[in-house]
């Protein structure tokens, strides 16, 4: 952790009419960095990302990206200040084509009045066109997104959120649905983005953490268990009784 | 598949037709199909905020209404004296023009109305809902409650609205006589002009960036939104392109049809102009024409032969529309998917399958 916080939750608490999705937790994120969060099934995994992105709001504590609270903004407006997150369920736009998702996700200028123009979408298609290369899609360029098997449709998501030039990348279990070599492949793409992105990854797979080669955080009933390498991790007693114990 | 050149002369021709339809058809033929071609202009806002922008309203008869009784306003005042009042207020007690009436006597006024007063109400509506994220069947519901209210209001106010009747028996605009043919005709061709104007605005709007944004909503709201987008606007903005087109459909409609009364405003009109664009083909601004047209040409001859069965025939045609080509009329002959009779059978087959279980 030698670079500056880019990401604080402090003390974050999210309380579901009794039930503490997460529960007085603090995390820190330095730009540039890869982080993976594992932990069992209602660990909190997702709603910690729903929470960051704005998409649930914290009981208590406090979300700070670059030391500016933003845990009551609006989601378009977290956006804005350079977070985006792929959910779980691949959430393409289906109607439109592939370099017409990433040219929309690499827009800069959103503001809605400004898409009776043509105004700033020569620099969004040469983005996308960029990042239709990186996520390996250049053959699929043209298709209606709605049309693409779910491994590509994964890509395009990631390429969608990677378009927006985010500082922080959110990926929700992006190789769901993905066998091995799909998934490594995932993996590839992943690792291409740490440096100029901070990449937050959530996933179950273990192969596919090990891939990574991130800082590994494990959550256990919405709380932090454990943070450290995956080897560390792998050695914690704790962590193998509740979780990696009971997966394999 | 149809290609482009093909498309391009079709179109041609039948615009060709419509300019030429005056020295071709009967006079009562082409006031149908001008009183057909001013609905079209509402098929098409729906083809815009329905097919586009997947937002169903059903009640778009609010600002066809809107539009209708703004200019048959202007018209009931057309050539009175400064203390006259329209003849159905005389006979409902009504002593002084009331207030709201009083600046429709201008020709002008009466045009930014009927432009104006539709969007601002459509505008202030759409985003009270989509702001609160209200959308889907709850959209829907509301638009209709909406019809429903307006067509109830317009009925209760008899002395100012002519209550059950509407407005009607007017003859002049702007000094001309409305009966006369050269009149007749150059109101098609306006309403004609309008629809053409109309298709060309919206094919623009739909090929722009605000185009692929409003489909982008209707597909993931919440993915435009982690985008950074707020998809509000867009959705706001085509409910109220919609409202106006409607409010200009109803108040040509309601010159060629010599009337407007609640009759054309309720929640059954306003469901049947769903249907048209759904028999058209939604996503598609022609299949809203060819919906309106012969969805309406259909329930003229039909329901003048039989007009029992008139019911029965739109709600088939709607089933079908719905089951068996989903597109539309125009989506049958677009791209891959030609419409195969063959579907009909599956249906069939699946009818007496789910019998067979049951």
Redo the contacts between chains.
């Keep these: 952790m030698s670079e500056a916080a880019m990401l604080r939750l402090e003390q974050v608490t999210v309380d579901f009419d009794g039930f503490k999705a997460i529960n007085d937790l603090s995390l820190t994120i330095p730009s540039g960095s890869m982080t993976v969060v594992i932990g069992p099934n209602g660990a909190g995994k997702s709603t910690m990302c729903d929470t960051i992105?704005g998409?649930v709001r914290p009981t208590a504590g406090r979300v700070l990206f670059h030391g500016e609270e933003i845990q009551r903004l609006?989601?378009?407006r977290i956006?804005?200040r350079g977070i985006?997150?792929k959910?779980q369920t691949p959430?393409?736009?289906?109607?439109?084509s592939v370099i017409?998702n990433l040219a929309?996700?690499a827009?800069r200028d959103?503001r809605?009045?400004r898409?009776?123009?043509?105004a700033g979408?020569e620099e969004a298609r040469a983005k996308a066109e960029a990042v239709l290369e990186q996520v390996g899609l250049a053959d699929r360029r043209d298709a209606l997104a709605?049309n693409l098997s779910h491994g590509e449709k994964q890509w395009l998501e990631i390429g969608?959120v990677v378009a927006?030039d985010a500082e922080l990348l959110l990926l929700d279990e992006p190789t769901a649905g993905m066998g091995a070599a799909e998934s490594s492949q995932t993996a590839q793409i992943i690792r291409t983005l740490v440096g100029r992105h901070a990449v937050l990854v959530i996933d179950h797979d273990i192969d596919f953490v090990s891939q990574l080669e991130g800082h590994v955080v494990v959550l256990h009933q919405g709380a932090l268990l454990r943070e450290g390498t995956l080897d560390e991790i792998r050695r914690d007693e704790e962590v193998a009784a509740i979780y990696l114990g009971r997966a394999k | 598949m149809l290609n482009l050149p093909f498309k391009t002369i079709g179109g041609g021709a039948a615009l060709l037709l419509a300019i030429l339809a005056p020295w071709l058809l009967s006079a009562y033929d082409l006031n149908l199909l001008g009183r057909f071609l001013a609905l079209s202009l509402s098929a098409m806002g729906l083809v815009l905020l329905w097919g586009e922008g997947g937002i169903l309203s059903l009640g778009q008869g609010v600002f066809f209404g809107l539009g209708g009784y703004l200019l048959a306003m202007h018209l009931k005042l057309d050539g009175l004296g400064a203390g006259e009042l329209p003849d159905f207020m005389t006979w409902s007690g009504v002593t002084a023009l009331p207030w709201w009436w009083a600046p429709f006597r201008n020709p002008l006024v009466t045009i930014l109305g009927v432009l104006l007063v539709p969007a601002a109400i459509g505008a202030g509506f759409s985003w009270l809902m989509f702001r609160r994220r209200i959308g889907g069947v709850y959209f829907a519901l509301i638009t209709q409650a909406l019809a429903l209210v307006f067509a109830t209001l317009l009925i209760s106010q008899q002395g100012t609205t002519g209550g059950f009747n509407g407005l009607t028996d007017y003859h002049n605009l702007m000094g001309l006589n409305l009966n006369d043919e050269g009149v007749t005709r150059g109101i098609y061709w306006l309403t004609l002009a309008l629809v053409a104007t109309a298709y060309f605005a919206l094919r623009w709007l739909l090929s722009s960036r605000f185009g692929k944004l409003l489909r982008a909503s209707r597909d993931g709201s919440n993915r435009l939104r982690f985008l950074g987008y707020d998809p509000t606007p867009y959705k706001v903005v085509a409910f109220s392109v919609a409202a106006v087109l409607t409010g200009v459909s109803g108040a040509m409609f309601t010159l060629h049809a010599g009337v407007v009364s609640p009759a054309l405003v309720g929640v059954v009109p306003s469901i049947e102009m769903v249907i048209w664009v759904a028999i058209g083909g939604r996503t598609y601004l022609v299949g809203g024409i060819v919906g309106a047209l012969l969805v309406n040409f259909a329930k003229d001859k039909i329901s003048t032969a039989l007009p029992e069965l008139w019911l029965y025939a739109l709600g088939l045609l709607f089933i079908l529309a719905v089951t068996a080509f989903p597109r539309g009329i125009v989506g049958e002959f677009e791209g891959e998917r030609r419409f195969k009779p063959a579907r009909l059978g599956d249906m069939f087959a699946r009818w007496r399958a789910g019998r067979a279980t049951s």
């Design positions: 992105i998409r609006a989601e378009h956006v804005g985006c997150r959910f959430g393409v736009l289906i109607g439109l017409d929309i996700a827009m959103r809605w009045w898409s009776f123009t043509r979408e709605g969608m927006t």
